[in-house]
């Protein structure tokens, strides 16, 4: 693997954030029984409103996996999203390596997502490595967080996305 130095460029990103989008729906029982149907999570907090009230929890709460799931854009009619949001690379000008590959994913769950909840989230550039050789082709390593924040500010969660943008 060969290794090269990151130009001022690309270092000038590194650190920036995106601007706040919201999820286009609140948090909702539908959403969340159709998630559990679908991977076969038969855990009654997310779908027994008599035993989630009697819980710690005091009702009904979302699977922590879908905390991304609460801030997909509509797939119809098409949502224009705004400009600094972009990509997870925060449009970086990386036009030369256009194949993005994820090579990671951690998530982090913070405070439990509630029926009603309003989920927006934000997206930080945390790292970009040097252009590096790889057996798959020469790119970059990104690493991006998204953190997610409730209606009311507080912050719910947390993705942290390892990403290769490379050419064969």
């Known amino acids: ?57 005091g009702g009904i709460v979302s699977p922590p996996t879908m905390q991304s799931t609460w801030v997909y854009p509509r797939w119809w009619p098409p949502v224009e999203m705004p400009p600094d949001i972009g990509p997870a690379q925060l449009d970086l000008p990386l036009e030369d390596v256009p194949i993005p590959a994820v090579i990671s994913l951690t998530e982090e769950y913070l405070l439990p997502i509630r029926l009603g909840d309003r989920i927006h989230y934000m997206t930080k550039l945390d790292s970009i490595s040097p252009l590096k050789k790889t057996r798959v082709g020469e790119g970059y390593f990104i690493t991006t967080t998204n953190y997610y924040f409730n209606q009311r500010d507080e912050l719910v969660g947390t993705s942290q996305y390892v990403l290769f943008r490379y050419r064969l």
């Open 1 to 57: 693997m060969t290794e090269k130095t990151l130009s001022p460029e690309l270092k000038k990103y590194i650190g920036r954030s995106s601007g706040f989008f919201e999820g286009p729906d609140e948090v909702n029982k539908a959403m969340i029984r159709h998630w559990c149907e679908m991977v076969e999570d038969a855990n009654p907090l997310y779908t027994d409103e008599k035993y989630a009230k009697s819980s710690e929890y």
